[in-house]
């Protein structure tokens, strides 16, 4: 059984940085495309990035792109998410993703099957 528990979520300042980390446990990990999306209240789910099985190919929303970089470590079964100049913009729940194939570039929500509990990132202006 596969499960994804995200952790590094917080409060922080306008400008400042965090990295979430999401565990991964059951399946193979390396073989499969994981995501990060985020949802702020009263909104839906968005994608905010993606990266292939081996780690060499990623992607991104507009709205990030140039201050999130994903990656991922496959020794430790582990995908990152680093979130620089942060803007109040960027508060929502994170929650990371597991693609059902390692190289497809996903953005939609359903189309990964399976999901972490989700980390708050708040951001004060």
């Known amino acids: 059984q596969v499960q994804l528990v995200e952790s590094g979520g917080g409060l922080v300042q306008a400008g400042g940085s965090l990295r979430l980390s999401c565990a991964a446990s059951?399946?193979?990990?390396?073989?499969?495309?994981m995501g990060w999306f985020r949802q702020a209240p009263e909104k839906e789910r968005a994608f905010v990035a993606g990266?292939?099985?081996?780690?060499?190919?990623?992607y991104y929303a507009d709205s990030v792109k140039g201050r999130f970089t994903i990656s991922r470590d496959n020794a430790k079964n582990t995908v990152y998410l680093q979130m620089n100049s942060l803007n109040p913009e960027d508060t929502a729940v994170y929650y990371c993703?597991?693609?059902?194939?390692?190289?497809?570039?996903?953005?939609?929500?359903?189309?990964?099957?399976?999901w972490g509990q989700g980390a708050q990132v708040t951001v004060s202006s």
């Open positions: 993703a597991r693609s059902p194939n390692g190289w497809r570039r996903y953005t939609s929500p359903r189309n990964f099957n399976y």
């Open positions: 990266i292939n099985w081996s780690g060499d190919s990623t």
């Open positions: 059951g399946g193979t990990f390396s073989s499969y495309g």
